[in-house]
């Protein structure tokens, strides 16, 4: 679902961490294995359809300080990062994902629901490709407001066509 969502920024991160023989998704499992930071598997919730995995939601506080953007920061991630920062504070819904057989079903619904009991009384916050019509139409029915866009980069800082946009609650 991760790499779903994040429109194949997730398998880039994890093939430039990779050594030779490693896999990839491997290596990515790995980084969610552990019980720190903010891919953790203690940040994600699944959900079952007919005992298959029908979705996946993944949420995390956002300090209150600014995320730092080195010198060394992909560049494909630097937008991502100045949308966070706009949402210092918040419950960020990192990833929410369904597979394809299973939307439509109120499935995304039911994680927002989920997500929002999670954050108690703090604001949230999601980012979303433009043009993932059904998931904007989704998040602006439960009561997302638009705060800012960013254009998505490629790994090289080129625009690679559509935005990211920060939604907000």
């Known amino acids: 679902f991760l790499n779903e969502a994040s429109e194949g920024i997730a398998l880039e991160f994890w093939e430039s961490l990779t050594r030779p023989g490693q896999n990839p998704w491997h290596v990515g499992a790995d980084r969610m294995l552990v019980t720190e930071g903010d891919n953790s598997w203690l940040n994600w919730t699944v959900a079952e359809r007919a005992g298959r995995v029908a979705g ?9 300080e600014p995320q730092t953007i080195y010198d060394t920061t992909p560049l494909n991630f630097v937008p991502l990062i100045e949308l966070e920062n706009l949402a210092c504070d918040s419950c960020l819904i990192h990833v929410l994902a369904n597979g394809v057989q299973h939307r439509r079903l109120g499935i995304g619904r039911m994680l927002l629901g989920h997500a929002e009991t999670q954050s108690g009384q703090r604001s949230q916050s999601i980012i979303v490709v433009s043009n993932n019509e059904p998931a904007c139409a ?3 029915s439960v009561g997302f407001t638009e705060a800012a866009r960013r254009p998505m980069l490629d790994e090289l800082g080129q625009e690679k066509g559509g935005d990211w946009r920060l939604l907000v609650k």
């Open 138 to 140: 989704l998040y602006l």
């Open 56 to 64: 996946g939601l993944c949420c995390y506080e956002i300090g209150r």
